[in-house]
């Protein structure tokens, strides 16, 4: 059984740090990607980041682009998401999630997800 569990998340003031983990078991996870979506009560979830398990290759929202920084460590099976100067805006439940084929930042193409990890930046 599949499983993704996100840790990391927290309360940081605006301008801060958080580095966001997420273990995955349950299977291999060669040719999947590794995606990163956030969701705020009442909106639907976005997409933030998602690496490639196999090869590395990464692809990012616009708006987190040069401030946050997606990684996998193979050998803990673990995907990282490190996030600097946060804004209040980004309060949300960060959710991990995993999907095969082609990378996608639609929530669709994701088969798996993990209970997400509450995240919630001060002003």
């Known amino acids: 059984q599949v499983q993704l569990v996100e840790s990391g998340g927290g309360l940081v003031q605006a301008g801060g740090s958080l580095r966001l983990s997420c273990l995955a078991s349950?299977?291999?996870?060669?040719?999947?990607?590794m995606g990163w979506f956030r969701q705020v009560s009442g909106k639907e979830r976005e997409f933030v980041s998602a690496?490639?398990?196999?090869?590395?290759?990464?692809l990012y929202a616009e708006s987190v682009k040069g401030r946050f920084t997606i990684s996998r460590d193979k050998s803990k099976n673990t995907v990282y998401l490190q996030m600097n100067s946060l804004k209040p805006e980004e309060t949300a439940v960060y959710y991990c999630?995993?999907?095969?084929?082609?990378?996608?930042?639609?929530?669709?193409?994701?088969?798996?997800w993990g209970q997400g990890t509450q995240v919630t930046v001060s002003s």
């Open positions: 349950g299977r291999t996870f060669s040719g999947y990607w």
């Open positions: 999630a995993a999907g095969n084929g082609l990378v996608s930042t639609r929530q669709y193409a994701y088969s798996y």
């Open positions: 690496i490639s398990w196999t090869g590395g290759s990464t």
